[in-house]
C-alpha cells in the first residue's frame, strides 16, 4: 500500500528526493512511489483505486508524455479523491515566484510550497514539520529514529 507519493518531471530532482525519503523512512521502500510525467501519475492513480497516500510531493508545473507543460490542479484533486486517507499530507514544489500561482496553491488546501531549488535540509524539515502537524502515526517512529547524525550532517542543529 503506497504511503508517499512523489512526482517530479525533473530526472535530478526527483533522484534527490528519492534519496532523502529514502534516509529518512529506510523501512518503507515497499511504501514509496516515484513517477516523472503526470501521465504516469494519472495511470498509477487510476489503476490503484484506494491508495492510502498519506504524503504527496508533487511538482507543480509537469510534463506529460508528449513533453506538453501542465499544471498539477487536476492531479491533486485527483490524489486527495483517491486517497484513504482524506488527511493527505501536500507539498507543492515548483519554481514558484508568482503570487497568483501560490494563490492557486492555496485553494487546493497545499500544506506547503517548497520553492525550488531547495536545500535537503530545507525538505527534511517541511516533511518533518507537516507530518507532525497532520499527526501521521505511521510515520511517527520513522521521524523520532531520523538520527542525529544525518540531521547533523544536513547542519539543521
Known sequence: MCKIFVIDDEEIQLKLI?????EIFPNMDNKLIFVNNIDD????LDENNKTNIELAIVDYILKDKDNFTVTANKLIDK????????????LITGYVDDPNIVGEL????????????????????????????????SFQNELLKLSRDFITQLKII
Open 18 to 22: 528519492k534519496e532523502i525519503l529514502y
Open 41 to 44: 501519475a494519472n495511470k498509477f
Open 79 to 90: 490524489i486527495k479523491e483517491k486517497s484513504n486517507n482524506k488527511a493527505v499530507v501536500l
Open 106 to 137: 492555496m485553494k487546493v488546501n497545499a500544506d506547503d510550497i517548497i520553492k525550488k531549488p531547495f536545500t535537503i535540509a530545507e525538505l527534511v524539515l517541511r516533511i518533518k514539520i507537516n507530518l507532525k502537524r497532520k499527526n501521521f502515526s
